[in-house]
Structure formats: C-alpha cells, structure tokens
C-alpha cells in the first residue's frame, strides 16, 4: 500500500491545477476511522431534526467496473449473494428505524427535535449498479425503503442509477411503478473508442437502445453522465458525444473531468496527467459547457447542467441539506450535526469483497463503526463548501442566521485569495457570495482549498487500501 501525498498548502497566490479533487461531501471519506466508542445510532439521533431526512440505499455490484472507476463496488455477486446483502440490508434497515423512532411518545404536543416521527423528504438508489439486481431484487429494495424505513417513494424524488446494460424493460418498469423520478445512466461516451480507452467496453447502439428503454418508461427525468479527458478524445469527438446526448434532450446532464486515482483500472495501466492533460480537461469542459448553454441548459454546478423546467431532484438539489442523510449498505454514509460515519471504504476488489462478506454477516447494526466527528469549525466549512461550488452560491444571510458570522470573518484568508484568482463573482448582488465563471471551472481545486489542516492531516496519512 501506499500512502497519498499531503494536499499542498493554499497559501500561495499562484493558481493551483485546476483538477485537484472532485468534492461532493465534507469531510472525505478517507479523513474517516474507526470510533472507539462505537455510538448507538439512538443516541447520535436523539437530538436531531428528523422531519426531512434524506435515505440513501448502496447497490455494490456492477456488471463490469470501469477504468477510472474508485467506487465501492464489485464485478458480479457469485453464490446468491445479492440475496444475502439484500437480507443485510433489510436487517440494516430495521435497526436504524429503531434508532430513528427512539423510545418516548411522539404525540402532537412532544415537539422537541429528538422525538419527532423521522419522515423522509428524498430518496436514491445508487452504487455500484442498482439495476444490477433483477427486477424482483429491485421490488425487494424498494420495500426496503418503504416498509422498514417509511420512506414513501411516490410521494418524494427518487433517483435511481443504472447502467446501459443493466437498464432492461422489466427493471424500469418496477421502477417507474415504485416512484422513481429520475433516472441517472453513466453512458461517459458515445464513441466506442474512446470508452474502451477508459476500460469501459460498449456499443453505441445498446447505449441508445437503453435510453430509448428508459424514454418509454416514462421517468420525468433523465440524466445522462458523460467524461471528457479520455485518452484520443478530441473537441470533435467530444462534441459528437454532446450532440448525441443532446438528441434525447435530456432533462439534466452532467459532464465529468476524467481522474485516474490509484488502485483502479487506469491507475493500475500508468495513465496519468500533466499540465498538458489539465489544459486539455479544462479546455473540453469549456467548449461543452458552452454547447450546452447554447442548447439553453441552465448550468447548476461545475457538472450539472438542467434543461429549463426540468423538476429540480437532482443531487446538487439538495446541497443545501447539510445534514441528516440516513445511508444504509455497506458502501453508504450517513450524516447528523455532529458525526459523518460509514463502514470501511476501499477500492482494491480483494478489500471491497472482505467488507462486503463482512457486511452480510453482521448481526447487530445499532452502532456507528467508522467515521468523523463534525464541529462547529468543520460545520461553517462544510456549509461554505457546499453551497460555493453550486452556481447559484451562498446566501449570506442564512450562513449569518445558522453560525452567527459572516464567512468573509471566518475564512478571511481563503475568500481573499479566490478574489485573487478571480473565481469570486464581483457582480454578485449584495447578500450573495457566488463563483464567477473561471471560479466554476476551477471548482476542483477550489474546494479542496477549504479543507481543514485537521481533514488535509487525516486524508493524508490514510493509506489506501
């Protein structure tokens, strides 16, 4: 094993490379470790508001994995083993309920956050592959979500993953007719070349076969993700893959600058980048992002990009929701105010089995096992963080209202610098803290620019495995 390099410091005025890492949540999972004490879920919950908890459900299995791929899953599930992590699940599922509900009367007049009904305002299904599982195992998931975790999946979004060979007619119709309102498929590139360069085997026309599946069954949205980087990609073919995107105007679009990250596909082959790689990625990040203003998507973040009057369920949606994600699967996190947690986290496909056999044989789920605690410092970070990178950007009023400051007096330092560099929008309205364009595009490395000394320390020593 090796042990990744420390993030650089940030104090320099040079911009740093702009793909530095992609940061969806904070603190990153490899800033997490095992908890000593091992607290009960009843009592990390107790005091939080449980009113509109988003639930997320992990699917660790995929047909093929794919070269860039760092996720937390594996190649197939030999010896009924989908049936196995499904009864883990359900086990899993019961245990957090308990844990949610907690003992006391939940009647009109108790209104103390702690013993409130938990009711669930989002739902998702991701992975891995969830549409890996057939279309009974599918029904099974979804009863899951509903009958141990009281989630009502007609009533909330709900965004399911899935994969072109794994989108058939009968897994989309369990779908359609559980709830799903979104539909998320990872084509990453319509030119065959180029997705057997990123070790992502597949032809164009099961690709389209599939989005004419997902079409038929009548999901409102559709999102189709698509990678720029590849090795061989260039601005012309990476148009063709927008422009074939674009013929099923898809609801939402999101576009992914390639990583190569140890332990995977890639990383094992010696790709690798340079200063050339960064300008090609940030060069066909800007050509497709101004393709798809031109069609008249509306940019959301860095990746996301909707059509206008699409319904707003996407997972950038949600940002502004900080806290309370119940995470079940072994591949899943969870978050209340004050600790993140989770089970273990690799990438090597010998460790994702021991975690995953380990998973299925867990008797007792009552206690958070691996995580990070979360103060008031890592609090104002998260919430700068995740609401900077959207391109609608951070009210400043409501940072005020939550932790009594403004983020210009907590984070002096970090805003003045990205003033510097020009990613600050200047023509922001009073009240708005938002990214300029060249600030979105350099959301990589803006991001990790937030980071805690503590959570840079921790990511650091974490040796990956």
């Known amino acids: ?78 010896d009924e083993l989908t049936t196995r992590y499904l009864d883990a699940l359900d086990l899993q599922a019961t245990a957090v309920r308990d844990a949610l509900d907690g003992p006391g009367d939940h009647g009109p007049g108790d209104c103390r956050p702690g013993n409130r009904p938990a009711r669930f305002a989002a739902a998702a299904f991701g992975g891995g592959t969830p549409t890996f599982l057939t279309a009974g195992e599918l029904e099974r998931l979804c009863d899951i979500a ?19 060979a794994t989108a058939t007619a009968d897994r989309l119709a369990v779908l359609a007719e559980r709830g799903a309102t979104r539909l998320s498929i990872g084509v990453q590139s319509f030119v065959e070349d180029e997705a057997r360069a990123a070790v992502r085997p597949q032809r164009r026309a099961d690709v389209e076969a599939a989005l004419g599946r997902i ?43 390639l990583y190569v990250r140890p332990l995977t596909g890639l990383g094992r082959l010696g790709a690798g980048g340079d200063a050339a790689w960064d300008a090609q990625r940030l060069r066909l990040y800007r050509q497709g992002r101004d393709h798809l203003l031109g069609h008249g998507y509306e940019q959301v973040s860095m990746r ?22 119940i995470g079940l699967g072994c591949g899943a996190r969870s978050y209340t105010s004050a600790l993140h947690y989770s089970f273990d986290y690799a990438v090597d496909m010998r460790e994702i089995r021991a975690i995953i056999d380990a998973y299925t044989a867990t008797a007792d789920f009552s206690r958070a096992e691996v995580g990070r605690r979360v103060d008031e410092g890592e609090a104002r970070r998260r919430h700068l963080l995740q609401s900077l990178l959207q391109a609608r950007g951070l009210d400043v009023a409501e940072y005020r209202e939550r932790f009594g400051s403004a983020p210009a007096a907590d984070f002096p330092a970090e805003l003045d610098r990205f003033a510097g560099l020009g990613w600050l929008d200047g023509s ?25 000394p503590a959570v840079r320390a921790a990511m650091a020593a974490y040796a990956p495995k």
């Not at 996301?304 to 369920?313: D, H, V």
């Not at 922001?428 to 805690?452: I, T, Y």
């Open 304 to 325: 996301m990009f909707r059509r206008p009057g699409s319904p707003e369920q996407g997972a950038d949606d949600h940002a502004c929701q900080t806290d309370g994600m």
């Open 215 to 257: 079409r038929d069954a009548r999901i409102p949205v559709l999102n189709i993700d698509l990678i720029y980087g590849i090795d061989g990609q260039t601005e012309a073919s990476w148009r063709r893959s927008l422009d074939a995107a674009l013929a099923w105007r898809p609801e939402e679009l999101y576009l992914y600058p």
């Open 146 to 164: 509903e009958k141990r975790m009281g989630a009502d999946l007609r009533a909330v979004p709900l965004s399911v993953e899935t994969s072109p």
């Open 1 to 78: 094993m090796t042990t990744p390099a420390a993030p650089p410091p940030y104090e320099s005025t040079a911009a740093p490379r702009p793909y530095e890492s992609y940061v969806y949540a904070y603190p990153h999972k490899t800033a997490y470790r095992p908890l000593p004490d091992r607290p009960a879920l009843r009592e990390l919950w107790a005091p939080e508001r449980k009113d509109a908890l988003s639930l997320y459900l992990h699917i660790p299995f995929c047909e093929v994995r794919c070269g860039f791929c760092n996720l937390f899953t594996r190649i197939g599930a030999p």
């Open 428 to 452: 922001a309205p009073a009240g708005l803290l938002r990214l300029s364009p060249e600030g979105l595009a350099h959301s990589d490395a803006l991001g990790p620019a937030l980071f805690s």
